[in-house]
């Protein structure tokens, strides 16, 4: 037995096993939609909308279910960018979440996101890429610092 898989044994719970996310670069022009969190995980910093895959669903339903739950937004088509893989130590309970990041644009851009979930979010708005609110939530400052631009070349 491997040192991780007995770590995963003697905390036998369903925190104990790797989640998947689905998360949204949501682009508008230069400007990316972004959220401060209010949550255990990341409180008070601006995250990207997203969250968990649920059983059955594709990348791309998780994607349009959860922005369109958290700001009513709809999204277009999306394109597989990249994927982490992240402990979060930070909360009651240690979390760890294989992400899977999309890019999408609006299907129409007059659409103004509203804050759907205020108790997990204090509100979301467009920022420029060039000049990001902070902090960030942690796994998206890890990127933004390695050089990662989520626009398209
Ligand atoms: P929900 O599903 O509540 O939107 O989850 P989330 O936004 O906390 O995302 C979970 C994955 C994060 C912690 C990478
Ligand atoms: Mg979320």
Partial sequence: MSKASSTVATTDNEA??????????????????LGRRRSAVGNST????????EFGENFEECAAREVKEETGLEIGATELLTVTNNLFVEGPKP?????????????????VPQNVEPEKCDGWDWYDWDNLPQPLFWP????VNSGFNPFPA
């Avoid at 104990?16 to 939609?33: H, I, Q, R, S, Y």
């Avoid at 979390?95 to 659409?111: A, E, P």
């Avoid at 998206?140 to 990127?143: D, F, G, I």
Wanted: hydrophobic letters at 50%; aromatic letters at 8%.
């Fill in 16 to 33: 104990a096993k790797p989640k998947v996310a689905v998360v949204v670069f949501l682009l508008n022009g230069k400007k990316v939609l």
């Fill in 95 to 111: 979390l760890h979440y294989v992400t899977i990041f999309l890019r999408s644009s609006l299907t129409n851009t007059d659409q």
């Fill in 140 to 143: 998206l400052e890890k990127m």
């Fill in 46 to 53: 601006f995250a990207l909308p997203g969250g968990n895959l």
